[in-house]
Nanobody
Framework: QVQLVESGGGLVQAGGSLRLSCAASGRTFSSYAMGWFRQAPGKEREFVARISSGSVITYYADSVKGRFTISRDNNKNTVYLQMNSLKPEDTAVYYC??????????????WGQGTQVTVSS
């Protein structure tokens, strides 16, 4: 079982930056692929980014490519999402997720509780 706790959300003006963190419990963090998703009010949850267990491979949604960077520190059991050039449409609850079964880029086994990001115009 893995527990995930996100932090770092908040209110920021358009064009600003935030860094989200997701701390994971358990000894097997380094073997999981990790992802970030987001859900805006009235919309379905959508994929944002993914990073492989060894940080070699990353994927991004087209909407965030070039602005967001996913990274991880396996020594700290933490995955990060650096968000730059934020736009009002980035406003959402952001969730981190852990993939222990490797069934695909968009399928994850464990989820955090989410952290709110609000971008004002």
């Amino acid at each position: 079982q893995v527990q995930l706790v996100e932090s770092g959300g908040g209110l920021v003006q358009a064009g600003g930056s935030l860094r989200l963190s997701c701390a994971a419990s358990g000894r097997t963090f380094s073997s999981y692929a990790m992802g970030w998703f987001r859900q805006a009010p009235g919309k379905e949850r959508e994929f944002v980014a993914r990073i492989s267990s060894g940080s070699v491979i990353t994927y991004y949604a087209d909407s965030v490519k070039g602005r967001f960077t996913i990274s991880r520190d396996n020594n700290k059991n933490t995955v990060y999402l650096q968000m730059n050039s934020l736009k009002p449409e980035d406003t959402a609850v952001y969730y981190c997720a852990a993939d222990s079964s490797f069934r695909g880029r968009y399928t994850y086994d464990y989820w955090g509780q989410g952290t709110q990001v609000t971008v004002s115009s």
